[in-house]
């Protein structure tokens, strides 16, 4: 697909909508000069201006006007008052893709025309470094033409996925919570280091560089993670003497359970 003559429009330029921009940009999918961005907060767009070379403006319609995609990158509690403001511009050939957590499709389609073609996108903070997971839904009247637009864009910033909407509380609470359920075992792993004898800094690049090796290994090989395991484990060696010390103590029910905790607080939400 090819992406460099479409126009696209940010509407929130928090850390995952900056985020996207600047994917965007440093991938070279679509030109910086046809990204346009809009906001409230006059000064963290002019900087985007100067950076990166995209037009931005304080005007949500004037985003709309110019772009032939849309993305909503707004809180949830103030998206609808969004979609109100710029809905009589939204016409049949400009495609909206939302990434406000827990607003479904039925509910962004309420406030648009019937025909308005929409997809809902779960990304996640690791956008920040172009290494984001991201669930891709399309709407009733999205054409695959449409989702495969929506695949590049979130690719341009990791890895994306095609999921069925009844799926996406299950995708927040793996994917979306996710990194925060990393960055404490990046941190215990650093402190047995420390333990051990090494400098913080030096503990903490290596938890950080182990997870990050690790998570590429299983994207890389496709092999199962516990065949994965099994390459490192040795008879009577140090390997198994740790993971038998995580076994003992339900290290990996607790994080099945916060997965599960998660996307049942999603579904609270979304009621």
């Given at each position: 697909?090819?992406?460099?003559?479409?126009?696209?429009?940010?509407?929130?330029?928090?850390?995952?909508?900056?985020?996207?921009?600047?994917?965007?940009?440093?991938?070279?999918?679509?030109?910086?000069?046809?990204?346009y961005a809009s906001d409230v907060y006059d000064?963290?767009?002019?900087?985007?201006?100067?950076?990166?070379?995209?037009?931005?403006?304080?005007?949500?319609?004037?985003?709309?006007?110019?772009?032939?995609?849309?993305?909503?990158?707004?809180?949830?509690?103030?998206?609808?008052?969004?979609?109100?403001?710029?809905?009589?511009?939204?016409?049949?050939?400009?495609?909206?893709?939302?990434?406000?957590?827990?607003?479904?499709?039925?509910?962004?389609?309420?406030?648009?025309?019937?025909?308005?073609?929409?997809?809902?996108?779960?990304?996640?903070?690791?956008?920040?470094?172009?290494?984001?997971?991201?669930?891709?839904?399309?709407?009733?009247?999205?054409?695959?033409?449409?989702?495969?637009?929506?695949?590049?864009?979130?690719?341009?910033?990791?890895?994306?996925?095609?999921?069925?909407?009844?799926?996406?509380?299950?995708?927040?609470?793996?994917?979306?919570?996710?990194p925060a359920y990393i960055f404490p075992v990046?941190?215990?792993?650093?402190?047995?280091?420390?333990?051990?004898?090494?400098?913080?800094?030096?503990?903490?690049?290596?938890?950080?560089?182990?997870?990050?090796?690790?998570?590429?290994?299983?994207?890389?090989?496709?092999?199962?993670?516990?065949?994965?395991?099994?390459?490192?484990?040795?008879?009577?060696?140090?390997?198994?003497?740790?993971?038998?010390?995580?076994?003992?103590?339900?290290?990996?029910?607790?994080?099945?359970?916060?997965?599960?905790?998660?996307?049942?607080?999603?579904?609270?939400?979304?009621?």
């Open positions: 697909m090819n992406l460099k003559n479409k126009k696209l429009g940010i509407i929130g330029t928090g850390k995952m909508g900056s985020s996207l921009i600047k994917g965007l940009c440093n991938s070279g999918i679509i030109l910086p000069s046809n990204i000064v963290a767009l002019e900087k985007m201006r100067t950076e990166l070379g995209i037009n931005v403006s304080s005007d949500n319609n004037y985003t709309v006007n110019n772009a032939d995609i849309i993305i909503l990158a707004v809180k949830p509690q103030i998206i609808k008052r969004v979609l109100k403001s710029i809905k009589d511009n939204i016409t049949s050939e400009k495609l909206i893709i939302s990434i406000a957590a827990g607003v479904s499709l039925q509910d962004i389609a309420k406030e648009l025309a019937p025909e308005t073609r929409i997809i809902r996108v779960m990304p996640n903070i690791a956008a920040t470094v172009s290494e984001a997971a991201s669930a891709v839904c399309p709407g009733q009247n999205a054409s695959m033409e449409d989702t495969e637009i929506t695949l590049e864009i979130f690719g341009s910033v990791g890895s994306a996925i095609i999921v069925q909407e009844k799926l996406m509380d299950a995708v927040t609470g793996l994917s979306g919570s996710g990046i941190e215990a792993m650093a402190d047995g280091g420390v333990y051990e004898g090494l400098d913080r800094e030096s503990a903490l690049l290596l938890a950080a560089q182990t997870v990050l090796g690790a998570a590429k290994m299983v994207i890389k090989y496709h092999e199962h993670p516990g065949q994965l395991k099994d390459m490192v484990t040795s008879p009577g060696g140090t390997t198994i003497r740790g993971l038998r010390e995580l076994e003992e103590r339900g290290v990996r029910a607790a994080f099945m359970n916060a997965v599960i905790a998660s996307a049942n607080r999603s579904r609270e939400l979304g009621e």
